[in-house]
């Protein structure tokens, strides 16, 4: 009787474990996956500038018109600056980082405002 009981414990841990070593892989994959992030640059006629959105899993998660951290509204002067400010919140996004830019990234990237 008592060996049984021994048994089915040892059974039971060895099920919990892989089971928390499977969902445990599958979160680490996900967090992996860079399809379920996506920047767009798109351009505002109207406003004569660009501006970028950032998608994660297919669902508008940031949308950026103006340059960020400065003052004034402006938009980004081209679809590069854009393009690169947007790829580094999206780097920051994807590594856990906080995707707040500063004045000091913007001169780093060669933003112009």
């Known amino acids: 009787m008592v060996k049984r009981r021994h048994i089915t414990a ?3 841990i060895g099920l919990v474990m892989v089971l928390i070593g499977y969902f445990s892989d599958k979160k680490i994959q996900q967090d992996l996956d860079d399809d379920r992030y996506r920047l767009e640059v798109m351009e505002d006629t109207v406003n004569d500038g660009w501006y970028y959105e950032i998608y994660f899993e297919n669902h508008l998660a940031l949308r ?4 960020p951290s400065i003052s004034e509204k402006r938009f980004f002067i081209t679809e590069r600056d854009a393009k690169k400010t947007g790829s580094l919140v999206l780097e920051r996004l994807k590594s856990g980082k906080s995707p707040t830019i500063s004045k000091d990234d913007l001169y780093k990237l060669g933003i112009t405002f």
């Open 10 to 12: 040892l059974f039971i």
């Open 64 to 67: 950026q018109k103006f340059i």
